[in-house]
Structure formats: structure tokens, C-alpha cells
């Protein structure tokens, strides 16, 4: 039976309107995919190397889990050990019984009490440069645990509802790769004390936060949320009270620098006899970033001597490069120049909240 020209008109108008529709899904598809998701682009196999290399090679993430899993770093990407830690000797300790442990070894302690476990809280803090950050990176590397780097711009995007997503998806990750650290570095800019004047996403994400936080008290998981900052009464006391673990890291001591100058020197070539103790005592009221300031302005001089020397001859720098580089050995005047001067400034701690706990 023959089909009539305005069945086969209506038949063509059917087709010409599916496919239109189908031609808009994907349409609509390609542009969330591009962009409904920032930086989904680039979550890719890279980011996932991590995870696998810890053994997690074959887990179901969703789009937010892939997101925080570009946060993942591996302890072999971390090249700061306790070891090269100077003058936190008594934290590290404490770290290491408190925190490590109890998190990589529950069975040590489940069977003597529930009380004796991993506390979920660390907060490391101080002023700028006696570091806080450096001790966070040895204790991932030494801890074996699955670290998460994450950075309070990670969690925010700018359609709504899509922070509090993953925010959950931080959780969830960190439960699905467990034992985890989450480290939040500054984390007074993350989690500061909430106020009316809060906008709404950052009310959410907080309280999303602070929610699935206090989930994890059902006593299986084995989380832990790592922070620092300068300005610890700038953190909300809900938030301090969920990190009970509080390590207060001041200016170092005399024998504190001499310690961390034995470090930071360690494969510098000094003159004989290096006073490294009257170093110590000169460099009073200096952190940590100051000393390798101090250390690195100081090393520099040779260098700096050579290439003077060099008056510009390119022939003999190449040739410096590739044999290497014949340093003098570094002296005492180094570093606190000829007329007894420091070359390096104090560090500027006026903003710096002081170093006592909270009750």
C-alpha cells in the first residue's frame, strides 16, 4: 500500500524533531561537561596515580571524589622526613605516639579501651615560619597514610550546592581510602569564626563540614583533619573543639637553631672550627624560614665571587657548570657580615596571634 504524501511529510516532521532533540541533549551534555564542573577537564588518569600507588586502584569515585582525588599526594612525592625536622623533637614524639599509631594500628588498642584511640583533630600553630607546614609534610611521609592536600579554593565553585557536594566528597574519599590526614594549611581562612555576615554558600559549607566531622565518631573510621595556622583565634571554637590535639610551635631556642643550622649546613662546606654555636646565639629572635634565609644569603657569596671573578666570560661559566662549581668554604662573616650585621632582616610578627593555648 502506497504511503500518502502527507503521511510521508509527517513522518520526515517526526524525525526532523527527534533528532533536533537528541542534537540539544548533547549539546547540553558537552556544556556541563565543559564547564558545569570546574577543572573536571582535568581530572584525569594523572591525578588517580596517586591513589593507585597506594593501593586503590580499583575504586568507584564519582565526579566530586575525582576532584579531591587531584589533592592526593603520595608520601614518595614527599621529601621531608622527621629527621630533617630540627628543634620539635618533643612533638614529634608526641606525633608519633598520639596521632600516628593509634591511626595506622586501631588493633594495638581496640582491645584495651575504646578511649585509646586516634584523636580526629590535630591543629598545628604559631607564628609564620617555625614550621608548621614542613612538620605536616614529614608526618605525612612518615605515616604512610593517604594525604589530602586540600586548599579552601578546591571546595568552593560558583554554582550552588556544588561546594557542600564536595565538601561530602572530601569525606567520602578519605573514608574510602582510610587511613586518611586531611590537611588544611591557613586553616583560619577555611573554617574562621562564623558570623551573620557569612555568606550563604560559606554557611553551608561549613555546617556541611562540621556535619559529616562529627561523623566520624562512629569509632570505625580512621580519619584524621590536620590544620595550621598563625591566627588560631580566628577559628571558630566549634571547630578548635573538634581538634583536641593542639601543638603550639614558638620561635626556637638557642639550642633549637644550633640544631636547625647542623641540618640546613649539613652539605655546605664550612671553614674548620665553624662557630655554629656562637651562630645560634647571634641569630636570637629568628624562625625557622629565617635561618634558611640566613643560610641560603650565605651560601650564595662564593657565587657570587666567582662570577665576579669570571668578568663575564662565558667560556668559563659553561665550563664551571658542567665540572662543577670550586667553592670556597663558607665563614662565620658569611653570615653575619664583616661589620657584625645580620644580611638578613627578622621576620615581621606583628600580625601574629600569641602562642598560649586555649582553655
Same mark, same amino acid.
Given at each position: 500500500?502506497?504511503?500518502s504524501t502527507?503521511?510521508?511529510k509527517?513522518?520526515?516532521?517526526?524525525a526532523i524533531?527527534?533528532?533536533?532533540?537528541?542534537?540539544?541533549?548533547?549539546t547540553?551534555?558537552?556544556?556541563?561537561?565543559?564547564?558545569?564542573?570546574?577543572?573536571?577537564k582535568?581530572?584525569?588518569?594523572?591525578?588517580?596515580e596517586?591513589?593507585?600507588k597506594l593501593?586503590?586502584?580499583k575504586?568507584?569515585?564519582?565526579e566530586?571524589?575525582?576532584?579531591?582525588?587531584s589533592?592526593v599526594?603520595?608520601p614518595?612525592?614527599i621529601?621531608?622526613?622527621?629527621?630533617d625536622?630540627?628543634g620539635l623533637?618533643?612533638?614529634?614524639?608526641?606525633?608519633?605516639?598520639s596521632?600516628?599509631?593509634?591511626?595506622?594500628y586501631?588493633?594495638?588498642f581496640?582491645?584495651?579501651?575504646?578511649l585509646?584511640?586516634?584523636?580526629?583533630?590535630?591543629?598545628?600553630?604559631g607564628?609564620?615560619?617555625?614550621?608548621k607546614?614542613? =612538620?605536616?609534610?614529614? &608526618?605525612?611521609?612518615? /605515616?604512610g597514610?593517604?594525604? !589530602?592536600n586540600? #586548599?579552601p579554593?578546591?571546595?568552593?565553585?560558583?554554582?550552588f550546592?556544588?561546594s557542600s557536594?564536595?565538601?561530602?566528597?572530601l569525606?567520602?574519599?578519605?573514608?574510602?581510602t582510610?587511613?586518611?590526614?586531611?590537611f588544611?594549611d591557613?586553616?583560619?581562612s577555611?573554617?574562621?569564626?562564623?558570623?551573620?555576615?557569612?555568606h550563604?554558600?560559606t554557611a553551608?559549607?561549613?555546617?556541611?563540614?562540621?556535619s =559529616?566531622?562529627?561523623? &566520624?565518631?562512629?569509632? /570505625?573510621d580512621?580519619?584524621? !583533619?590536620l590544620? #595550621?595556622?598563625?591566627?588560631?583565634?580566628d577559628i571558630?571554637?566549634?571547630?578548635?573543639?573538634?581538634?583536641?590535639k593542639?601543638?603550639?610551635l614558638?620561635?626556637p631556642?638557642?639550642?633549637q637553631?644550633e640544631?636547625?643550622l647542623?641540618?640546613m649546613l649539613?652539605?655546605v662546606?664550612?671553614?674548620?672550627?665553624f662557630?655554629i654555636?656562637?651562630?645560634?646565639?647571634?641569630?636570637r629572635?629568628?624562625?625557622?624560614s629565617d635561618?634558611?634565609?640566613?643560610?641560603?644569603?650565605?651560601?650564595?657569596?662564593p657565587?657570587r665571587?666567582?662570577?665576579?671573578?669570571?668578568?663575564?666570560?662565558?667560556a668559563?661559566?659553561?665550563?664551571?657548570q658542567d665540572?662543577g662549581l670550586?667553592?670556597?668554604?663558607?665563614?662565620?662573616e658569611?653570615?653575619v657580615?664583616?661589620?657584625?650585621t645580620?644580611i638578613?632582616?627578622?621576620a615581621?610578627?606583628?600580625?601574629?596571634?600569641?602562642?598560649?593555648p586555649?582553655?
Open positions: 500500500m502506497a504511503i502527507t503521511t510521508r509527517a513522518i520526515f516532521d517526526v524533531f527527534i533528532a533536533s532533540q537528541a542534537a540539544a541533549w548533547y547540553v551534555q558537552w556544556i556541563l561537561n565543559s564547564y558545569g564542573t570546574e577543572g573536571s582535568e581530572v584525569g588518569a594523572k591525578p588517580m596517586a591513589l593507585k593501593g586503590h586502584e575504586l568507584k569515585l564519582n566530586h571524589e575525582k576532584r579531591i582525588a589533592e599526594i603520595h614518595d612525592d621529601e621531608v622526613q622527621f629527621t625536622v630540627g623533637e618533643d612533638i614529634i614524639s608526641s606525633l608519633q605516639e596521632v600516628i599509631i593509634p591511626l595506622l586501631p588493633g594495638l581496640r582491645s584495651s579501651s575504646a585509646l584511640t586516634a584523636p580526629k583533630g590535630v591543629l598545628l600553630y607564628p609564620p615560619g617555625c614550621g607546614t614542613m =612538620l605536616a609534610k614529614a &608526618l605525612a611521609k612518615e /605515616s597514610a593517604t594525604f !589530602i586540600i #586548599a579554593s578546591v571546595l568552593t565553585n560558583k554554582w550546592g556544588e557536594k564536595l565538601v561530602a566528597g569525606f567520602s574519599l578519605a573514608r574510602k582510610q587511613p586518611s590526614i586531611i588544611i591557613e586553616i583560619d577555611f573554617l574562621r569564626e562564623r558570623s551573620k555576615g557569612d550563604e554558600v553551608m559549607m561549613k555546617a556541611e563540614f562540621m =559529616l566531622w562529627d561523623g &566520624l565518631l562512629s569509632g /570505625s580512621r580519619i584524621l !583533619i590544620g #595550621a595556622t598563625n591566627r588560631i583565634r571558630d571554637p566549634a571547630f578548635l573543639r573538634r581538634m583536641p593542639q601543638f603550639p614558638s620561635l631556642d638557642a639550642a637553631r640544631k636547625i647542623t641540618l649539613k652539605d662546606q664550612l671553614s674548620p672550627n662557630p654555636r656562637a651562630l645560634a646565639e647571634y641569630s629572635g629568628k624562625s625557622g635561618l634558611k634565609e640566613l643560610c641560603r644569603n650565605a651560601a650564595m657569596l657565587v665571587e666567582l662570577v665576579r671573578q669570571a668578568k663575564g666570560d662565558v668559563l661559566l659553561a665550563r664551571s665540572e670550586d667553592l670556597r668554604p663558607l665563614t662565620i658569611d653570615f657580615g664583616p661589620d657584625g645580620s638578613v632582616v627578622h615581621q610578627l606583628d600580625a601574629f596571634d600569641p602562642v598560649e586555649l582553655d
